[in-house]
């Protein structure tokens, strides 16, 4: 439809915000037994342990899901400014994306949390965007 073609971007970081999720999930399952996990089948609490780290990086990713999708279609459907909420769906796109190599692999917390903050303050511009153009 032509009235989302300004927003194809932002559309399509959706699209691929989806495929990451996916290969999150994929990397998540990798390395566990018996030995590393809880009785509730998740990996055992040790940020020293990869497999621990593969699964709170898809943890992360799925809790983030909600409000990215939710802001962005709000600001395309609200009529945001569509060069902004280009950029800042992907500025989120490539700030989780380092999140996740980051989260995967090493241990630096502070880095994994700027980059965290980035993909959040993109999220919240986004939908102060989408409350302003509604109105």
Partial sequence: MLVF???????????????IVIVLSMLSTFGR???????CGKPKRDYSDIVYRRERAFMNAVETSGPFIAAVLAAVLAGAAPFWVNLLASVF???RIVMAVIHIGTENQPMRSVSFMVGWLCLIVLAIMAVFAAF
């Avoid at 073609?5 to 495929?19: F, G, N």
């Avoid at 037994?33 to 009785?39: H, I, L, Q």
Wanted: aromatic content about 8%.
């Fill in 93 to 95: 796109i490539v700030s």
């Fill in 5 to 19: 073609e300004p927003y194809s971007h932002a559309i399509a970081s959706v699209a691929l915000w989806a495929l």
């Fill in 33 to 39: 037994d018996a030995e590393n996990r809880c009785a």
